[in-house]
């Protein structure tokens, strides 16, 4: 499923975590790093990988934080324009596997998928707990 949206975006040269990316920085605003990775569910790593080549396309610009490692993210003028291409796009890619999958079907899949990402949430959060913090080598 991801390689259909992955090739209708790649003329674009955007792939599907980076068409989220700016969708998520647009609907919020400007926004924190770590708290867009928990929104869209990825890693830093993932995110920041992605983030990047945003960045140098001049379609994301992030700044500091309130604190010294805090990166907020802000979609720039030319990301909006990228949007405006990129969602139609996307959009019409849905509704294509609406059709092909049927109403209740895709009803069916958008709701299985609406809870597995709950799932994941709530194990990620666990985990997340559950991990020992290290502790700083500093004297």
Known sequence: MSKVYAGALAGLGLTPTQLAILVATRLHGSLPLSRLARGLGLDRTTLYRAVRPLERRDCLRTLK???????????????????????????????????????????????????????????????????????????
């Open 65 to 139: 934080g309130r604190t010294e490692r805090e990166r907020v993210a802000t979609v720039t003028p030319k990301g909006e324009r990228v949007l405006q291409v990129a969602l139609p796009i996307w959009e019409e890619t849905q509704q294509r596997f609406r059709t092909a999958l049927g109403d209740r079907t895709w009803l069916t899949l958008a709701s299985a998928t609406r809870q597995v990402l709950a799932a994941a949430q709530v194990l990620s959060s666990s985990h997340e707990r559950a991990r020992p913090r290290r502790r700083s080598s500093r004297a």
